[in-house]
Every structure is written in C-alpha cells, then in structure tokens.
C-alpha cells in the first residue's frame, strides 16, 4: 500500500479540484478565494486596470461586473483610457465618469439576485492617462474622484491631479512591444520624477498574458506596489482557461479591514501579491504570509515498525502549488517535485524520521517569485491544533 489516505481530498470549505468539468465546478474553481492570512488580514482579490465600450473595450459596463462577481473580486476598477475614444462617435460621454456610475449601479445587489450576482464587488473609479509613447506611456490611477478633470494634454497636470484627488497611481505595462519594443520595462527620468514627488504607487509586473522580470525588479529596487492586472478588453472566459483551473491576471490585497479604505491601505504599504497564470509575484514577506495560509501539514505517525512517516500537504488556496522538496528529508514514495492541487491534499511518505512530533519539511515552492526568477522557500511543521 503506497498510499495512507486518498490524494484528491476534496475540503468541506467547497473549494474543488482545478480540473473542472461542470458548470457549478468552473463556478467554484475561477474563484480567486484565498484563506485568510495568520495574523487575521484577508487575502482581497482586486482588478485594477479593465476596458468596456466606454473605451476600446469590447462589453457594456455591467458585463465587466458580472465577470468581477463570477471570479470572487472583492473590488473591481473602471479604467478606461482617457485619450484614446475609438468608438466616441458611436457612444458619446462627455462624463468620463459614465462608465464607472454604470458598473457600480450594476454592482449593487438587487433583491431578485441569482447566483454569483448576490455577491458584493467594489467598484473603484479610474482612469488610464494613455499617452502615444513611452514615457511616459500608460498610467492608471484608481480611487479617483473625477475622471473629467484628470483630461490634460500635459501628463504633469494629470499626475498632480490623481494625487489631488488621493488616488492610487500606477506604471501600465512598462514592457509593452508597442511602446518598448526590445520588451524590457526600463526605469525613465520621467518616472523617477513621478516617484521622487510621490505620485507614482505601483507597477504592474503582469498585465494579462504578459509578465515581467524587469518590471518586478523595477518594483522591488524602487518600493513600488507589486500588481498584476487583466487588463481586460474582450471577455475574461475568452482569454483564460477557467475550465482549467485558470484565473485571471490579478492582485491579492493583504488588508487588514474588508473595505475600500483598508484596501487603499494596503495598496500604499505595498502589502500585495501578482496573480499570474496561477503564480504569486511579490515581496517575500507577503508571498510568503499567502503560502503558510494555504499549506497545511499534517504529519501521521509512523508506520507500523518503521520509521517512514506518513506526511499530508493540504491546499487551501484557488492555485495548484508545485513544491521541490529540499530536503534533508527525503520521501520514500515521491520524486522531489510535486503538484499539491487547489484544494486537495497530498500524501507523501517521509522515511528515517526519528521522532514524527518534531518532523519539518522545506519546500522551494516553484510557482512562487519573490525576485526575479527567484522562488520562496519554507519550512512547514504540523499545524494541526
Ligand atoms: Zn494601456
Ligand atoms: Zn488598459
């Protein structure tokens, strides 16, 4: 007998495997529901940067709502691009804000509800400055006041205004082929500038499909916000692979209250996390707080007249984990590498362990980035009370 308990533990918190094959499972696996940290914060998922027909994007205002709801975001923002209108002749706003008063009436829950349209999203209003070259190229700034007076040819006057307005202000796609076409983000004077008069907050390190080390490096050497974003101008069930296991490109916010001023918070003391393609992007601290609040160890006895332990790793978390185990203990069943899936549990047996109440394992967890192709390491003991 290889194995003490069945791998594929589905956990009554209603988290299921990421291979989903019905609807009601995609409902639950797109979710981007991360357990709360150890020290109480909530993990909040939040979208900062998202296009509807008020810009260049591809869906009704109300339509970026739904999908927030479907994946679990605790907020959402409207940032449609202020200088590029390709479709003003067919839908005039004169109110840049329109687009914002549409999703977050859309937003608001409604007694005849169904669904994941009863959940609450936070609708934060923004807007993308989008000037024609880089830079200093695309900024979004989010918690904005009033998207009209943030229209100004001058990128100066645009930035005093967001933080005239409090806003959280950050570097679009500092990578982009169109406007860096070596795609490598690279720091400018221009926005040197920003951050030494503390306009600028964050940067994005994933922006839909893309990710970027120079951009991360850019954000870890300049203590700027680390932040993944969809980016999103079609549908998200179209650029991600939800019956998958997938989710979209997004931030995890560690918050210490559950509202937009803790989120705010958070977001200026730079306590986030990137989702990308099921990888998590950050500080190490905060990668590493997201990671011993999804993995639980759970360490059996031995073996009957042996010294090979019977060790579960269990995931919390909406993401697969794919842990290295760096020894020097070593498994008497396992390769060194494997796979704990979002939501379940893995059983790995672990030989010659002396005393199984003081048994730890180290895990390089591979799809983790506290650096540039540098993933977090830790060390796990038996959390069972
Ligand atoms: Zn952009
Ligand atoms: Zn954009």
Redesign the pocket.
């Known amino acids: 007998m290889r194995r003490l308990v069945v791998p594929l533990l589905v956990l009554a918190a209603g988290v299921l495997p990421a291979v989903a094959h019905d609807s009601d499972a995609i409902s639950v696996a797109r979710k981007i529901d991360f357990p709360k940290l150890l020290d109480g914060r909530a993990v909040l998922a939040v979208d900062l940067?998202t296009?509807s027909v008020f810009s260049d994007g591809s869906v009704w205002p109300d339509v970026r709502v739904e999908e927030a709801k479907r994946d679990g975001l605790f907020a959402m923002a409207v940032?449609e691009?202020l200088e590029y209108q390709p479709k003003a002749a067919d839908i005039p706003h004169p109110d840049r804000n329109r687009s914002f008063e549409i999703a977050r009436q859309a937003a608001e829950v409604k007694p005849t509800a169904t669904g994941d349209n009863r959940n609450p999203l936070l609708v934060v209003n923004g807007a993308?400055i989008?000037k024609a070259v880089m830079p200093p190229g695309?900024i979004?700034a989010v918690f904005i006041q009033d998207a009209n007076r943030l229209r100004s040819p001058d990128i100066q006057a645009q930035m005093q205004e967001a933080n005239a307005q409090g806003a959280f202000v950050f570097w679009?796609?500092p990578y982009w082929t169109s406007q860096t076409p070596n795609g490598m983000a690279a720091m400018t004077p221009v926005h040197a500038d920003f951050i030494r008069k503390g306009w600028l907050h964050g940067i994005e390190v994933a922006n839909g499909a893309d990710m970027s080390d120079e951009a991360f490096r850019i954000a870890l050497d300049n203590n700027l916000t680390i932040l993944g974003t969809s980016?999103i101008?079609g549908l998200i069930d179209w650029d991600y692979d939800l019956a998958g296991g997938g989710h979209r490109t997004a931030t995890l916010v560690l918050a210490a209250a559950e509202t937009a001023d803790g989120v705010k918070a958070a977001l200026r003391a730079g306590d986030t996390v990137a989702v990308y393609n099921d990888n998590l992007i950050g500080k190490p601290a905060n990668v590493e707080a997201v990671v011993r609040a999804s993995l639980k160890l759970e360490v059996d006895t031995a073996l009957p007249r042996t010294s090979v332990v019977a060790v579960s790793v269990t995931n919390e978390s909406p993401v697969d984990y794919i842990l290295e185990n760096l020894g020097p203990e070593a498994a008497y069943d396992e390769g060194h590498v494997f796979t704990v899936k979002s939501g379940a549990s893995f059983t790995l047996l672990i030989k010659n362990v002396p005393d199984p109440s003081k048994l730890q394992l180290t895990f390089k967890v591979l799809n983790t980035y506290i650096a540039p192709r540098e993933h977090l390491t830790v060390r796990l003991a038996d959390a069972t009370p």
Request: hydrophobic share 0%; net charge negative.
């Open positions: 940067h296009h940032s691009h993308e989008t695309h979004n679009n796609h980016d101008h």
